[in-house]
């Protein structure tokens, strides 16, 4: 297994542009997500989805997008960058996630984004 | 709103010497608490999860418990090694997505 992948591994942009960062996983797992982690902030929460076709919000939704076609597949679409977006991005995976089950999160190598 | 503080940014230890580190919670109660650890450039890799009826849980050299009353989890690492050098996360979870710490790093000096 490749666990999960997350493609680029680094990305300049210019201020306006719009990029997709990709996370795909091949563990079968329904729950993914999306943080982003900028020094002295730690790891916030941008999207989640519990399953194919289910997307929520996190702590720091604006300025981002995300669907969920399959199980696999959970790209993170920035529509017009802005320098504050400037971050690390994680994507991570794990199985059903709920009440007290409380499972391991997987997480990708990250993409490394720079907003100029 | 939630709150998780872990107890500093950096722990400079000794080779050897048991590594303690600690994790506040505010305004929550998780079902669990987990433990990860980043090491640069990388993602950060699941370590430990403990369950809010556990009051302990030990994996090879590392040890969490978990006291609801506090609001607070204590990860120790025994015997410390340089190679346990890392960035160590705390994450906070229930009916509500995983809330993460800011991360204490950790640097074991031989």
């Known amino acids: 297994n490749a666990g999960v992948t997350q493609t680029p591994k680094f990305q300049v942009l210019k201020t306006g542009q719009s990029m997709t960062l990709q996370c795909a996983q091949d563990m079968n797992h329904e729950y993914m997500s999306w943080y982003r982690q900028d020094p002295g902030m730690g790891l916030r929460l941008i999207h989640y989805s519990v399953g194919a076709g289910i997307t929520d919000q996190g702590e720091v939704p604006n300025g981002y997008n995300v669907s969920r076609s399959t199980t696999e597949d959970f790209p993170l679409r920035l529509l017009s960058a802005a320098p504050s977006q400037t971050s690390v991005y994680f994507c991570a995976s794990s199985p059903p996630h709920s009440g007290s089950g409380g499972y391991e999160q997987y997480f990708g190598p990250g993409t490394r984004l720079t907003v100029t | 709103s939630q709150k998780i503080e872990q107890n500093s940014e950096a722990l400079n230890i000794q080779e050897g010497k048991t590594a303690t580190l600690t994790c506040n919670y505010t305004?929550?109660?998780?079902?669990?608490l987990q433990w990860y650890r980043q090491d640069p450039g990388r993602g950060p890799v699941f370590l430990l999860l403990i369950r809010e009826n556990e009051k302990e849980k030990r994996k090879e050299r590392l040890k969490v418990t978990f006291d609801t009353t506090l609001k607070q989890s204590l990860f120790h690492i025994t015997a410390s090694q340089p190679a346990d050098s890392a960035t160590y996360l705390c994450a906070l979870g229930g009916n509500t997505p995983l809330v993460f710490g800011k991360g204490t790093r950790l640097s074991v000096i031989a």
């Open positions: 305004n929550y109660s998780p079902a669990y």
